[in-house]
């Protein structure tokens, strides 16, 4: 592979997903590296005077500061824009700066957003609370009724936001509805696709705008840095959010975006092994528990709608024990394998209790209106050996007298 290879979209646009993962964006230096360049750099240096005034008035390429350009931040965007089938991506520093970004950037005062009402604790708080603060205005409705988003449009509708698989009840949106559905009416689609990845889901082949990440998740998949990623057209991302980003500066930081682009080369191969062991372990322990919220098993509600969106359901389901937040908590301390951590797309299995974590900053009344019940936990099932992590669980449900 030539040294800018990965850049070149007419011989990237046929490569297969899995080739895009491992080297799209791919930008070698002069010494021929294989492996990405780390540049921790803030600034540039120019030869003259007129190259700098060049390129900050867009007549000359090339770097200016790394709150808007890095190269090694610029081959992470390459290669997740590759994956996810978009023009452009922008990556963050967190997915939460990439959730603020995704909607701060196109929403104004006057304007009205429509969202589910199950999502991660603080994409709720974005809804609830802080797009009021501007004078945004905000409906939240069951993202499971497709009725239900036609009938929440309003004149000032900007905005359609929401998860699929949704945090952490797996809720199952029907994207190419809803996104179609936002088309039809001039209303920008905003997709949390983090459950998910572009390797098992691309809402933008069902019609989405804007798909938005936290890369901390299944991207890094291996604990260890925050990023964020917001994809979509090149008009969008260049013209919408870009100024955002620019003045605002949720920047990724040039480790954190190599950490992700050496992630990125083993997506494909964590999902996919990370779906098959969740399906084993929640075919286990379905019969032992009050409620499973599993989108690959046929008990779930929207089985066949996931399984048509998705190559296979993800690594992350919830369940409900029946004696509320005391029973959970002993089943949590009952764990020896799998931690007890409220991250997500892990190589190790992991468990929380959303009542008191990841939802605990909403009110225990919308905790309960999006399905968030005191007895409910949510599991991400790593790459350990299945039996391991089912034995464990065994163990801590016989523990908990179930």
Known sequence: ?????????????????ATRAVRGGTWRSEHGETSEALFLTSGYSYDSAESVAARFSGDEVGMTYSRLQNPTVQMLEERIALIE????????????????????????????????????????WLVDTLCPRFGIESTVVDGRDNDAWEKAIRPNTKVFFFETPANPTLDIVDLQHVCGLARAHGI??????????????RPLDFGADVVAYSATKLMDGQGRVLAGAVCGSATFINDVLLPFQRNTGPNLSPFNAWVVL??????????????????????AIEGRVARMLHPGLASHPQHEL??????????????????????????????????????????????????TTTHYGVSPDVRRDMGVDEGLLRINIGLEDPRD??????RALTSVGL
Do not use: Y
Request: hydrophobic share 45%.
């Open 85 to 124: 089938g978009a023009e452009a991506c922008r990556v963050q520093a967190s997915g939460m700066a990439a959730m603020t970004a995704a909607l701060l950037c196109q929403l104004s005062v006057g304007d009205h957003v429509v969202a589910a009402k199950a999502a991660f604790g603080s994409c709720r």
């Open 306 to 355: 996931a399984m048509r969106q998705m190559e296979a359901a993800g690594p992350i389901f919830a369940f409900e024990l029946p004696g509320g937040s005391e029973q959970a908590m002993a089943f949590l301390n009952a764990l020896e394998l799998v931690d007890i951590s409220n991250n997500i797309g892990d190589a190790r299995s992991l468990c929380c209790h959303p009542w």
């Open 188 to 201: 920008t689609s905003v997709v949390d696709n983090a459950f998910a990845t572009a390797v098992l889901q």
């Open 389 to 394: 992590v089912i034995a464990d669980l065994d």
């Open 262 to 283: 050496k992630g990125l080369e083993t997506l494909d191969l964590r999902a996919r092994r990370q779906s098959e062991n969740a399906l084993a372990v929640g075919k």
């Open 1 to 17: 592979m030539k040294k800018k290879t990965g850049f070149d979209r007419d011989t990237t646009r046929n490569w297969h997903p």
